[in-house]
């Protein structure tokens, strides 16, 4: 891979989406493009020879017009391997172009050849970088200009230097607009990133106030109590044990590793409100906490508190939608519903996976082991966020 191409590793949802739909418009535009010149660059068939035609088809519209099967392909690396063959055989051709034409074409004519140079430049657009693309196009419309110039015949008027920026302003327009529809997906990627960071930190913070408060509540419960009672009654066998049961409760506090341990699942809750709270504290709560729920691992509840937190962070964009939050524990694990009667997403015409990408789900439910999540929308009906955590199931085999 070139310096001046951008890694396929780190394109976001976000710019993904982007360049997928910039990449499917392209290539149809090549299909087009193909069809309406077909018939001219038959006709230049006195002037350069038919098998280079052939050949220099192959190396131009085919990359180009493979960019609408690539933009469905899994591998988004697809769509630079069409971009980099189609830049590099377009410049090939233009280069032998100049080297094999024998013959001029009325000035009413034009050169098929020389009219890609804008298209080929947008694909650039899409994987390399912006300087690297606009340096393609000043050199691919330079010469396509040039190609034009020598080809047609009774040029003497023409001033090949004011062509040349013609050509490259009008086609700088489209690549620009490239060039900043995909810096806006990328813009978009990094702010979600930024935001399931800000979720996580969040999330730690209550998680430390929630430990802080446990320990607080320790020493007023266990350890004054003790004192107390010592005070009043003297040392009898039973303050004795409630003293080493509270040293030993301390003990464990001290020793434990905060960051792994797994949570009570009312801590759990406590942890995902206060996140919630962060957002808005008046969005009503409903909790239905099961006497015999299982413990949840830190990490899976900070990665629903931050997803929680996200999705009613995004249903607040519905200016008149009534939200309500639903927590349910049970032994089997955990789930957090947040719903809203608002629009839906019918103003968002893509794929739930992308819509979910957008809520930064994927990225914050992926984090832990046994979290799950799945978007429920429906267009003036609202939208349901449900994220999970399923208590793992122990292997009977390997016991």
């Known amino acids: 891979m070139t310096p001046a191409v951008e890694s396929a590793t780190r394109i976001g949802p976000a710019e993904d989406r982007v360049v997928r739909t910039f990449a499917g418009f392209i290539g149809a535009t090549a299909l087009l493009f193909a069809v309406l010149l077909a018939p001219g660059a038959i006709k230049l068939s006195d002037i350069i020879p038919s098998w280079w035609t052939a050949i220099a088809a192959i190396l131009?519209?085919?990359?180009?017009?493979?960019?609408?099967?690539?933009?469905?392909?899994?591998?988004?690396?697809?769509?630079?391997?069409?971009?980099?063959?189609?830049?590099a055989g377009y410049l090939v051709s233009l280069v032998s172009w100049l080297f094999l034409v024998d013959g001029h074409i009325p000035a009413n004519r034009d050169v098929w050849l020389a009219t890609f140079p804008g298209l080929v430049s947008m694909a650039t657009a899409l994987r390399w970088r912006p300087a690297a693309s606009l340096t393609y196009l000043a050199v691919s419309a330079g010469t396509a200009e040039l190609v034009r110039y020598v080809t047609r015949e009774n040029q003497q008027k023409v001033v090949l230097p004011v062509e040349i920026v013609s050509v490259i302003v009008y086609s700088a327009l489209f690549v620009v607009a490239t060039i900043a529809a995909v810096s806006t997906g990328r813009a978009l990627d990094r702010a979600i990133r930024a935001s399931v960071q800000h979720s996580a930190s969040s999330a730690a913070i209550a998680a430390r106030d929630i430990e802080r408060g446990r320990f607080h509540a320790l020493i007023h419960d266990r350890v004054m109590s003790t004192l107390l009672a010592l005070s009043r009654l003297g040392n009898t066998p039973d303050l004795r044990d409630q003293a080493a049961s509270a040293v030993t409760e301390l003990d464990r506090l001290r020793n434990s590793n905060v960051a792994d341990e797994d949570l009570d699942v009312r801590t759990a809750v406590?942890?995902?409100?206060?996140?919630?709270?962060?957002?808005?504290?008046?969005?009503?709560?409903?909790?239905?906490?099961?006497?015999?729920?299982?413990?949840?691992?830190?990490?899976?509840?900070?990665?629903?508190?931050?997803?929680?937190?996200?999705?009613?962070?995004?249903?607040?964009?519905?200016?008149?939608?009534?939200?309500?939050?639903?927590?349910?524990?049970?032994?089997?694990?955990?789930?957090?519903?947040?719903?809203?009667?608002?629009?839906?997403?019918?103003?968002?015409?893509?794929?739930?996976?992308?819509?979910?990408?957008?809520?930064?789900?994927?990225?914050?439910?992926?984090?832990?082991?046994?979290?799950?999540?799945?978007?429920?929308?429906?267009?003036?009906?609202?939208t349901q966020v449900v994220l999970t955590w399923t208590r793992p199931v122990p292997d009977r085999d390997a016991a």
């Not at 690539?70 to 189609?86: E, K, M």
């Not at 739930?352 to 429906?378: I, N, P, T």
């Open 270 to 382: 406590g942890l995902i409100r206060a996140a919630l709270v962060q957002v808005d504290g008046d969005v009503p709560v409903e909790v239905d906490i099961d006497p015999q729920s299982a413990d949840v691992p830190r990490a899976a509840t900070r990665s629903i508190a931050s997803a929680a937190a996200e999705a009613l962070r995004h249903s607040f964009r519905q200016a008149d939608a009534d939200r309500i939050i639903v927590i349910d524990a049970c032994p089997l694990g955990l789930r957090v519903v947040v719903a809203d009667n608002g629009g839906g997403l019918e103003q968002v015409p893509a794929p739930e996976l992308d819509v979910e990408a957008a809520f930064g789900l994927r990225q914050r439910m992926a984090a832990s082991d046994g979290c799950a999540y799945a978007v429920k929308s429906e267009p003036g009906r609202g």
């Open 60 to 87: 131009v519209v085919v990359p180009i017009l493979s960019l609408w099967p690539a933009s469905r392909a899994t591998d988004p690396r697809w769509i630079g391997r069409c971009v980099t063959a189609a830049a």
